[in-house]
């Protein structure tokens, strides 16, 4: 196991909030550090550009604050989220920042730069990778990552097509860094599965936009609340690149979710102003573990619940 000394002590369970579009803010990545799980959220979710200065400075001054005030607590540190892409003119600015704040951990998505690497590097923070193949994960090794984020089959938002028995197994074969699994992560004894997986840390997003925190609307929470694995399309039609939504936002769209014509990956463009509307605001993304998630909860009393799960599931291991 390689989970980063900087990590070690401060967590409650192992498991990282992971980013999401839209619905990550300060208010849901705070509320998952201070219940002991990393917290982060896109960098693109604070707009303007300016104002991820100001998130950045109220997560860090209400981490800190809550850390004085509960000692005996695990507080964990946060994560932002960056869109390595061409397309995203935010990029430099939005790296700018996070080493200016020196942001703990940075979790890159679609190309490693060894840029940003040195850079966080630099003042002794943390960069993991989400990669859906070996192919990839060996280009974020060659780029000096600290994690590689192995996004499976049935994750949210841009899921790989990948089983975890296989993936995680590959990753560990050639990387000493920390893993992180990605792909249906609702509850405690998930988290168990993926250490005995050979995970360091496990990664959960769509169970968390059911939280009183998320900055989802009430309707996609309700549906996710709704859903069942079914219920999730794999396509690539919203952004160019295969992603997991509600089939039920599909169908509000207009749209025929059974028959959907396939997407041009050329026609990922994170610099226009609507591609929140287009797949993400409207078309909500979601993973296969919506079926396990029957309420909204605060996101500390989820947590709590996911530690209990936890170590439940670790006793009876143990006793068996």
Same mark, same amino acid.
């Given at each position: 196991?390689?989970?980063?000394?900087?990590?070690?002590?401060?967590?409650?369970? =192992?498991?990282?909030?992971?980013?999401? @579009?839209?619905?990550?803010?300060? %208010?849901? +990545?705070?509320?998952?550090?201070?219940? !002991?799980? +990393?917290?982060?959220?896109?960098?693109?979710?604070?707009?303007?550009?300016?104002?991820?200065?100001?998130?950045?400075?109220?997560?860090?001054?209400?981490?800190?604050?809550?850390?004085?005030? #509960?000692?005996?607590?695990? &507080?964990?540190?946060?994560?932002?989220?960056?869109?390595? #892409?061409?397309?995203? =003119?935010?990029?430099?600015?939005?790296?700018?920042?996070? &080493?200016?704040?020196?942001?703990?951990?940075?979790?890159?998505?679609?190309?490693?730069?060894?840029?940003? *690497?040195?850079? *966080?590097?630099?003042?002794?923070?943390?960069?993991? #990778?989400? +990669?859906?193949?070996?192919?990839?994960?060996? /280009?974020?090794?060659?780029?000096?990552?600290?994690?590689?984020?192995?996004?499976?089959?049935?994750?949210?938002?841009?899921?790989?097509?990948?089983?975890?028995?296989? @993936?995680?197994?590959?990753?560990?074969?050639?990387?000493?860094?920390?893993?992180?699994?990605?792909?249906?992560?609702?509850?405690?004894?998930?988290?168990?599965?993926?250490?005995?997986?050979?995970?360091?840390?496990?990664?959960? !997003?769509?169970?968390?936009?059911?939280?009183?925190?998320?900055?989802?609307?009430?309707?996609? /929470?309700?549906?996710?609340?709704?859903? /069942?694995?079914?219920?999730?399309?794999?396509?690539?039609? @919203?952004?160019?690149? #295969?992603?997991?939504?509600? /089939?039920?936002?599909?169908?509000?769209?207009?749209?025929?979710?059974?028959?959907? =014509?396939?997407?041009?990956?050329?026609?990922?463009? @994170?610099?226009?102003?609507?591609?929140?509307?287009?797949?993400?605001?409207?078309?909500?993304?979601?993973?296969?573990?919506?079926?396990?998630?029957?309420?909204?909860?605060?996101?500390? %009393?989820?947590?709590?619940?996911?530690?209990? %799960?936890?170590?439940?599931?670790?006793?009876?291991?143990?006793?068996?």
């Amino acid at each position: 196991m390689a989970l980063p000394k900087s990590l070690a002590g401060r967590l409650r369970i =192992p498991l990282i909030g992971a980013p999401m @579009f839209i619905v990550s803010g300060p %208010e849901l +990545v705070i509320a998952q550090c201070q219940a !002991g799980i +990393v917290g982060s959220f896109p960098a693109l979710n604070a707009r303007p550009q300016s104002a991820l200065g100001e998130w950045l400075k109220r997560i860090k001054d209400e981490l800190g604050e809550y850390e004085e005030a #509960h000692p005996d607590e695990p &507080v964990a540190p946060y994560a932002v989220n960056q869109i390595a #892409h061409a397309s995203n =003119p935010r990029l430099f600015d939005d790296v700018e920042t996070c &080493v200016k704040h020196e942001v703990p951990i940075i979790i890159t998505s679609l190309r490693p730069p060894e840029e940003i *690497v040195t850079a *966080v590097h630099s003042y002794g923070g943390l960069v993991f #990778h989400d +990669v859906i193949s070996l192919r990839h994960a060996r /280009k974020a090794m060659e780029q000096g990552v600290d994690g590689i984020i192995a996004v499976c089959a049935g994750a949210g938002g841009h899921a790989g097509p990948l089983n975890p028995f296989a @993936f995680i197994k590959e990753i560990r074969r050639e990387f000493d860094g920390a893993v992180i699994l990605s792909g249906c992560i609702t509850s405690g004894s998930d988290v168990v599965a993926a250490l005995a997986l050979g995970a360091d840390l496990a990664y959960s !997003g769509t169970r968390f936009i059911a939280t009183q925190e998320a900055r989802a609307v009430p309707s996609y /929470k309700e549906m996710v609340v709704d859903s /069942k694995a079914d219920d999730i399309v794999y396509t690539s039609l @919203f952004t160019g690149v #295969h992603g997991s939504y509600l /089939k039920g936002s599909i169908a509000n769209a207009g749209m025929d979710p059974d028959n959907l =014509p396939e997407g041009d990956k050329h026609d990922m463009d @994170f610099g226009k102003s609507d591609i929140s509307a287009k797949a993400w605001k409207d078309i909500w993304g979601a993973g296969q573990g919506v079926g396990n998630i029957d309420e909204i909860l605060p996101a500390r %009393e989820l947590v709590l619940r996911m530690e209990r %799960e936890f170590r439940e599931t670790l006793a009876g291991l143990n006793a068996a």
